[in-house]
């Protein structure tokens, strides 16, 4: 018998009975659903979060009060007390950093509590407002869409001027009216809109667009107000740096480090009461947050497939008993126990490729409909598509041998005789 005649025979005995052969497949289309959509909604957001740093640029260092991995995981939680006792960075650390050869452009910027926005009887009762230095559009990777950036003389003379986010534009301006110029209260004061910047979209739920910059010297005077010692930490100014052209990241990092190091009189002994970030770290920190994701998809994949794995098993052990004289009488006319074996074995393979398949389907479209009705992007790469059928060809063919080789070890003559 050739394989195109054993795949005829193991359809045949699927379609007599088509209710138990779908019903034996909903396992392996639940477990092929669920690794489909996980992972297309996991690749989408990885295709955002890696677009989003694109932006930003892979030669940037973020100098801080902490190192971002500090927060990740509960082992260096103890340290935060020490992390809040450190000094502050000021704008002169940012100027003198600034002269370092390894650096091509420096910005401070310090983020301020959730601030109330108003204008006219348009009111936003939180928005994000940050404090900076000019050049920090440049440096972060944002894009005017409209007005001009932060120049010198507004950080100088402290001028109540702004740049803000579409979010605000949407919220606070009448529909196709132009808000530079214009005046909008942040707090209790009023500041001039000068520039707009352009649309970046949402990630995970957080409004990238929620975003109000002004002057950091006119923060600080009007806007930051008092903090809570536990808070200062939070709020406490940073400073990002461009590496320049012909300097290896690592090669700024190290002035960078030495220079904070000399400017606060750290003796070679003593750890860096400062944090050096970079877009690698945030990357690795980002992976370790979703690793957890992934692993929990697996695992919920694996029982789902491991279920259907056994529901195709015990719905060919009780095939081959309904079967058995007809087996008997395959082997009668001159049947080899190898096509019996294939016979059923291929039939099993067929199940949870049919599962497998429909699972695809169902998974790219519950990432779709996912995409659709909540803020996580979906994206599903084709090397997802062939790694859910291939689970599901797996699945068919290792629990589908233990029936196949008790079809093909049975006795002719006792399986002629089986009532």
Known sequence: MDVLSTFKTATIGLRANRMRSILTTLGVIIGV????????????????????????GSNVIYVQKYKWQLFVGGSNRGRWREIMRRPDLTVEDAKAISKLPSVDLVAAYRTMPDTKLKRGTHVLEQSKVEGATPGILEISGYTLADGRPLVEQDENFRRRVCIIGQYQVENLFDPGENPIGQNIQIGDQKFT?????????????????????????????????SRRRGMRTWFSLSIIARVAKGYTIDEAMRQIRMLLRERRGLRFDEEDNFGLNTQEMLLSTYKKLTSGIFL????????????????????????????????????????????????????????????GLIGVVFGFLLGQLVAKLTPLPSHTPLWSVFLGLGFSVAVGLFFGIYPARKAARLNPIEALRYE
């Open 193 to 225: 809109v000068v520039g707009v910047v352009a649309e970046r979209g949402q990630l995970l739920g957080n409004n990238l667009d929620d975003i109000v910059i002004v002057p950091l010297s006119t923060a600080e005077k009007y806007l930051l107000g």
């Open 296 to 355: 929990a998809m697996i695992g919920i994949a694996s029982l789902a497939l491991l279920v259907g794995g056994i529901g195709i098993m015990n719905i060919m052990l009780v095939s081959v008993t309904e079967r058995t004289r007809e087996i008997g009488l395959r082997m009668a006319v001159g049947a080899k126990r190898k096509e019996i074996l294939a016979q059923f074995l291929l039939e099993a393979i067929i199940l949870t490729s049919i599962g």
């Open 33 to 56: 659903t669920t690794v489909i959509s996980m992972m297309s909604i996991i690749e989408g957001i990885n295709n955002y979060t890696y677009k989003l740093f694109g932006n930003i």
